[in-house]
């Protein structure tokens, strides 16, 4: 079982910055891609970004490429997504989550078929 609390949400103005982290606990996180999914409104989820917690590799989906940055802290069992440059299109329910790393599965893309773990989210709301 893991478990993943997000925390860092809030509202920030078009253009700037936020900082979002999930904590990771439960069993060994060696196996594990850990993600970042927008949630709109209507309870879709779009893949942001997802990063292997051994390797580091890291991949992102189209939308969100260039302006988002995930990265992972071993020592504090962190996944965090540095937003930047972001848009009002960018308010949603981030969530974190977390799945088997499988890269040869990746090559059409990731979505959340790929991941079993789930947080309850944190809302970042950006104004105009």
């Known amino acids: 079982q893991v478990r993943l609390v997000e925390s860092g949400g809030g509202l920030v103005q078009t253009g700037g910055s936020l900082s979002l982290s999930c904590s990771v606990s439960g069993r060994t996180l060696d196996d594990l891609a850990l993600a970042w999914f927008h949630q709109g409104e209507n309870g879709e989820r779009e893949f942001v970004a997802a990063?292997?917690?051994?390797?580091?590799?890291?991949y992102y989906g189209d939308l969100w490429k260039g302006r988002f940055t995930i990265s992972r802290d071993k020592a504090k069992n962190t996944v965090d997504l540095q937003m930047n440059q972001v848009k009002p299109a960018d308010t949603a329910v981030y969530v974190c989550?977390?799945?088997?790393?499988?890269?040869?599965?990746?090559?059409?893309?990731?979505?959340?078929?790929?991941?079993?773990?789930w947080g309850r989210g944190t809302q970042v709301t950006v104004s105009s």
């Open positions: 989550a977390a799945g088997i790393y499988r890269p040869p599965l990746y090559t059409k893309g990731l979505d959340d078929g790929f991941f079993g773990w």
């Open positions: 990063i292997s917690w051994v390797t580091g590799v890291t």
